[in-house]
T-cell receptor, first 114, second 109 residues
Framework: DAGVIQSPRHEVTEMGQEVTLRCKPI?????LFWYRQTMMRGLELLIY????????DSGMPEDRFSAKMPNASFSTLKIQPSEPRDSAVYFC????????????FGPGTRLTVT | RKEVEQDPGPFNVPEGATVAFNCTYS??????FFWYRQDCRKEPKLLMS???SGNEDGRFTAQLNRASQYISLLIRDSKLSDSATYLC??????????FGDGTTLTVKP
């Protein structure tokens, strides 16, 4: 079975540009999570969806960040305009449920904003 | 104060050593607990869940103390392949998932 798929794996962009990160969760998983990982702040939950509906976006840093899940097999995280402090590894994860359920992570997108 | 706190290490141990990691959490509504492993430049992967009665998986033992809001991971007979960062994860039933910053382990020959 394919795991969580993320694209692109690496993204280098200039400050002010729009960045779109993509994620395909594991088929049958009802929950999808977006995380950001940096050395300074560790792994932070940005937003998560249940059945394509955003449930908690309290971790989204500011209005420059937006996330959508138009269907059960696809989600995007968009940053517009991007800033150097957005440089990080962005992980998407999916799970069957919350609480006691394991989250399966994608390989991540390494974003560098110059 | 962070919701989930771990000793960042690094822990440098010889092969065959026993090493223990600790994790404390502050949210008393926390219900589920896990240890994840993250290799360098890779994604986190589940190592084991942590149950109230404690649980063991081969060389790995996890313990939970709800009264003290404390979780531990014990690794016996360390292998070179155990070198990684170990992340403590605490979930509420409402869906909130909080990761610790991780403890880095290096096992040396």
């Amino acid at each position: 079975d394919a795991g969580v798929i993320q694209s692109p794996r690496h993204e280098v962009t200039e400050m002010g540009q729009e960045v779109t990160l993509r994620c395909k969760p594991i088929s049958g998983h009802d929950y999808l999570f977006w995380y950001r990982q940096t050395m300074m702040r560790g792994l932070e939950l940005l937003i998560y969806f249940n059945n394509n509906v955003p449930i908690d976006d309290s971790g989204m840093p500011e209005d420059r960040f937006s996330a959508k899940m138009p269907n059960a097999s696809f989600s995007t995280l968009k940053i517009q305009p991007s800033e150097p402090r957005d440089s990080a590894v962005y992980f998407c994860a999916s799970s069957l449920g919350v609480g006691q359920y394991e989250q399966y992570f994608g390989p991540g997108t390494r974003l560098t904003v110059t | 104060r962070k919701e989930v706190e771990q000793d960042p290490g690094p822990f440098n141990v010889p092969e065959g050593a026993t090493v223990a990691f600790n994790c404390t959490y502050s949210n008393s509504a926390s219900q589920s607990f896990f240890w994840y492993r993250q290799d360098c430049r890779k994604e986190p992967k589940l190592l084991m869940s942590v149950y109230s009665s404690g649980n063991e998986d081969g060389r790995f033992t996890a313990q939970l103390n709800r009264a003290s809001q404390y979780i531990s991971l014990l690794i016996r007979d360390s292998k070179l392949s155990d070198s990684a960062t170990y992340l403590c994860v605490v979930n509420t039933n409402a869906g909130k998932s909080t990761f610790g910053d991780g403890t880095t382990l290096t096992v040396k020959p």
